[in-house]
Nanobody, 124 residues
Framework: QVQLVESGGGLVQAGGPLTLSCAAS????????MGWFRQAPGKEREFVAG????????YYVDSVKGRFTISRDNAKTTVYPQTNSLKPEDTAVYYC?????????????????WGQGTQVTVSS
């Protein structure tokens, strides 16, 4: 089992910075893909960003490209999505997820473990 704990959410102003983190523990693997999803009220959970375990390649949904950056620590147990240009439409509960495959995926069903989520509210 892998446990994922998110932190860093809260109320932030539009245009402001945000750094979330996800700490993995348990039977972690350095080759696992780590991803972030979000779910806004009344909407389905959507993929936001991910970082492959194989080559460390990062990938993003179009709506956050150029605004969000995802990185991973050397131990590959903590993942940090960051942005300096939040928008009100980024308001959502953000979830960290881990996929045992090292090749990366944007599909919710491919991820094996999930955190409890952290609320991000962006005020205009």
């Amino acid at each position: 089992q892998v446990q994922l704990v998110e932190s860093g959410g809260g109320l932030v102003q539009a245009g402001g910075p945000l750094t979330l983190s996800c700490a993995a523990s348990g039977r972690t693997s350095s080759s696992a893909t780590m991803g972030w999803f979000r779910q806004a009220p009344g909407k389905e959970r959507e993929f936001v960003a991910g970082i492959c375990g194989a080559l460390g390649r990062s990938y993003y949904v179009d709506s956050v490209k150029g605004r969000f950056t995802i990185s991973r620590d050397n131990a590959k147990t903590t993942v940090y999505p960051q942005t300096n240009s939040l928008k009100p439409e980024d308001t959502a509960v953000y979830y960290c997820a881990s996929d045992n495959s090292p090749f990366g995926s944007t599909s919710r069903g491919d991820y094996d473990y999930w955190g409890q989520g952290t609320q991000v509210t962006v005020s205009s």
